[in-house]
């Protein structure tokens, strides 16, 4: 029987954390066999299982052709069970069960990427989490139902690599021209790990031999002629593995670990144990066709896919509202790891900038929700930055407050007492508390609550008694769904500057520090609170929230120069470029004096550029227009935020363009060693050439269109944008050029259709002529977003000819490719902030779209966002 897919969300499909009930069957082990053919593919299951509580046995199917069932040896008949479009029950089963389903799926037409799919003409993936293996067959497809899998995978010869999670038991020969493999993984899993892989692919292979003297054969499959372009996330996997040793105690626990390459993949990669599935975007990695900021971003996804194996595989979550406790964790893991790969402080600005461009903006909007949401319809459309970016700042937080060591003793705690257990956020938050030794269950208010609080805070210097005096308060905004807000534990790191020689005070000492802040941070946990400094002999600058020790909005009362003082003095890089943010924001929204920034960026940058090339690039960084346009709650005009960060940047290039062209001219990344000082000069070079291009000088595009021909793909992107974004006589043919050279190469194609779409003065007809060229792909996500990425780089643009364009592809994805398309409408979630009459059309457009939408995903993202 076929059973339809996308049912019409009704309102009994909340699915609430306060329900949650344990499964009443357990699986001991199950053994699949998968038959890949051209037009249909049989998968056979038996699953041995026994009672764990009372009540019915609930098996999970979505969109399977039920062919057969037999419990303990007997046929079932429909009377025997009832099926519907979402689950198989059977009632009064016996204690102990061995279950054994046959189905037909059919992978060939799964346009939605999930579960088993024909990714391509010569390979099928799967990709489970969190529901997927349900659309393979029946099954208690939960994360508490952990089972031992053994993987029989048979197709046709023409797809030679046949793999699955855990090792190769058997291989041979299956007749008609077929064979197969049969895998075992040892580790008992959540079915959202299962993965398994038929194709013709390459392999590049490696070793790593483990702390406990465990040699590892390392596998990473793509095709053939981008395996050249495996190396880079190869060295990253064994750095990834040497790190979690030395920096968490965890070796890895398999003979062998395998990454497999796809182009169709809705996200960046899956963590299945053993056998990681990856978007070819965060695997393949090479200079020639990567840009310094993809090559970071490989390096730091095979690191957050390898850290799972402890944080979210051996210790998994007990249901799916605990989604941040795997992946909060996870993504603090990587950001760590990166932070070692390159300048620490940018690392920690790029994180917080992610952070302030798409977190907190979902989090005053109308989809905000705590990092550990308490009910869902669907929870793919939960895998946010509230729950990603924001639970890894939980965690931070309670690190920065214990500490290495303290921290080491509380996650040691955790994978003690946790290994093989399926858990939820607080047994991670009362681990890390008993093995440090510290309390920190007050954490536990940050996982439930929704909102970024705002922290104030006010200094009070008293030269008669020399105390300065710093008072803290803390709110946040009402909301109707959470009338419970409670304060949060805050840890302010915090540094106090003498003004006038710019020496930091030292806080370890006794007199200055009796007053709760311990190496340099202060635990703010109640709604208001004053500390005092004794024995401060001037007035001092203070610098607040260091390395941005918590994702709070802070306002304080700073001077314009007691910012500029940062940007010169503060040695914390973070803060510095902080500084330089608050200043740019209130040149930008309220109309202060652009000298005083400038003159600081000159004094300051000689020796950042000397030190730290990247962290140099980063202070050229003026909030993006979607950043301020987020900032603004109600009124919020694209075209005039537009017109006052153009002015701003004008400005900029009017006073430092002498000063770029000299620093471009001067630098070479030839001349650098190590690849982060040369990406830094490469990234400060950009900015330099799109300053001078600002700036009028007639040698700019001559220097771009050399820069364009003779550099990697950062220096080629960058100077290709500056041809084309301003709209130089060179732009056509040095687009035309890229397209000659890359047209085969799909991650470097996909920067031609962004450089085009991102142009500020796109319009509905570039959108036109790039969706309708031939290498446009609707049923590639990674060409979707190129298109969709880059038009909202302009909001301006977004919020014109771009509402048409989301809402038609939300319409087309919602049956096609729902999670893609749930993701893509969310672009237009701020809709409510826009100045009248575009609120009332984007509205309208949103209400239209209504009616015309079925999936689970689209449907709850439109209601909420309609909801406001
Ligand atoms: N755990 C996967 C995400 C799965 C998303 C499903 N819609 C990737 C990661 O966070 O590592
Ligand atoms: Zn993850």
């Not at 099928?124 to 993987?151: A, C, H, W």
């Not at 929704?450 to 710093?470: F, M, N, V």
């Not at 902030?833 to 949103?846: C, G, H, I, N, S």
Request: aromatic content about 10%; some cysteine; charged content about 25%.
């Amino acid at each position: 029987m076929n059973i339809a897919a996308n049912p019409v969300v009704e309102a009994d499909q909340t699915v609430y954390l306060k329900d949650y009930e344990k499964p009443s069957f357990l699986v001991d082990s199950i053994n699949l066999d998968i038959q890949v053919h051209t037009d249909r593919t049989d998968v056979n299951a038996t699953l041995v299982m026994k009672r764990q509580t009372s009540g019915d046995l609930v098996l999970l199917g979505r969109d399977l052709e039920l062919k057969s069932i037999t419990l303990n040896g007997k046929l079932l008949t429909e009377a025997d069970y009832t099926l519907d479009a979402e689950q198989l029950v059977i009632a009064n089963a016996p204690d102990q069960v061995i279950l054994e389903t046959a189905v037909v799926i059919h992978p060939e037409s799964n346009t939605q990427l999930e579960g088993l799919y024909q990714a391509g003409d010569d390979l099928f993936v799967t990709q489970n989490e969190p529901e997927g293996f349900r659309k393979i067959t029946f099954y208690p497809d939960r994360p508490d139902v952990l089972s031992v899998f053994t993987t029989r995978v048979e197709a046709d010869k023409k797809f030679p690599v046949l793999l699955a999670n855990g090792n190769l038991m058997e291989a041979g020969e299956a007749g008609e021209g077929r064979h197969y493999t049969i895998w075992q993984d040892p580790t008992k899993k959540p079915s959202y790990l299962f993965a398994c892989v038929i194709g013709d692919l390459a392999v590049l292979k490696d070793s790593y031999v483990t702390s406990e003297g465990r040699d590892v054969a390392l596998e990473i499959y793509a095709v053939e002629k981008d395996i050249p372009k495996c190396h880079i996330a190869m060295e990253a996997l064994k750095h990834s593995m040497q790190w979690d040793e030395e920096h968490y105690g965890r070796p890895y626990d398999l003979d062998n670990y395998m990454i497999v390459a796809t182009s169709a993949f809705n996200m960046g990669a899956m963590e299945n144990k053993g056998l990681n599935i990856f978007n070819t975007s965060c695997v393949l990695a090479d200079e020639e066709f990567t840009t310094d900021a993809a090559i970071m971003r490989v390096q730091s996804v095979i690191a957050h896919e390898y850290f799972h194996n402890w944080t979210g595989n051996r210790i998994t979550c007990r249901d799916w509202f605990q989604l941040c406790l795997k992946e909060g964790l996870t993504v603090f893991r990587d950001q760590s790891f990166s932070e070692d790969l390159q300048s620490a402080a940018v690392q920690r600005i790029d994180d917080v900038a992610v952070l302030k461009a798409h977190q907190f903006p979902e989090d005053s909007g109308p989809l905000s929700h705590p990092p550990r949401p308490d009910h869902f319809v669907e929870i793919n459309n939960f895998y946010t930055a509230t729950v990603y970016e924001k639970g890894a700042e939980i965690n931070r937080m309670m690190a920065t407050l214990l500490g290495k060591e303290k921290f080491r003793q509380g996650t040691d705690e955790y994978f003690r007492r946790h290994d093989g257990q399926a858990v939820t956020v607080e047994d991670w938050v009362s681990a890390l508390t008993a093995g440090s030794g510290v309390d920190l269950s007050a954490f536990l208010i940050w996982y439930n609550q929704p909102g970024t609080p705002k922290l104030e805070a006010k200094g009070d210097y008293d030269a008669a008694t020399q105390i300065y005096r710093l008072s803290f308060k803390q709110s946040l905004k009402a909301n109707a769904k959470y009338p419970n807000l409670k304060a949060v534990p805050i840890p302010v790191a915090l540094a106090l500057f003498d003004a006038e020689t710019g020496e930091q005070y030292t806080l370890q000492s006794e007199s200055l520090f009796e007053n709760g802040v311990k190496d340099g941070v202060y635990l703010f946990d109640q709604n208001e609170a004053t500390i005092e400094f004794t024995g401060v002999t001037a007035k001092p600058v203070v610098s607040l929230l260091r390395n941005f020790s918590a994702p709070v909005n802070l306002d304080f009362n700073y001077s314009d120069q007691e910012l500029a003082f940062l940007m010169q003095h503060e040695t914390n890089g973070f803060n510095q470029w902080q500084a330089t943010q608050t200043l740019l924001e209130r040149i930008l929204l309220e109309g202060h004096d652009a000298d005083i920034y400038i003159q600081a960026m000159k004094n300051t940058l000689p020796e950042v550029i000397q030190k730290d090339p990247l962290l140099a690039s980063r202070l050229f960084d003026v909030p993006t227009e979607g950043y301020l346009g987020s900032r603004i709650d109600t009124d919020y005009q694209p075209a005039k935020i537009q017109e006052q960060r153009n002015a701003l940047l004008d400005t900029l290039a009017r006073e430092l363009g002498a000063f770029c062209k000299e620093t471009y001219l001067e630098l070479d990344p030839d001349m650098q060693s190590e690849f982060s000082q040369a990406m830094g000069v490469r990234a400060l070079r950009n900015i330099m050439l799109s300053m001078m291009a600002r700036q009028g000088d007639a040698s700019a595009f001559d220097l771009a269109y050399e820069q364009y021909h003779t550099g990697n793909m950062s220096e080629r992107l960058g100077a290709l944008k500056v041809l084309v974004w301003n709209d130089a006589p060179q732009a056509q043919e040095a687009l035309a050029d890229f397209y000659s050279r890359f047209e085969d190469e799909a991650l470097s194609l996909d920067q031609w259709f962004m450089v085009q779409a991102a142009h500020p003065k796109a319009n509905a007809e570039t959108i036109k002529y790039l969706t309708s060229h031939p290498d446009y792909d609707l049923g590639t996500p990674n060409r979707i977003r190129a298109v969709s990425g880059g038009l909202n780089a302009n909001p301006v643009n977004t919020w014109s000819f771009g509402v048409q364009h989301y809402i038609d592809l939300a319409k087309y994805l919602d049956e096609k490719n729902p999670i893609v398309g749930s993701r893509l409408l969310q672009v237009l979630s701020r809709w409510y902030t826009l100045a009248e009459p575009q609120r009332t059309e984007v509205k309208t457009a949103l209400e239209n779209l209504k009616p015309q939408v079925k999936s689970k995903n689209v449907v709850e993202t439109l209601n909420s966002m309609l909801s406001i």
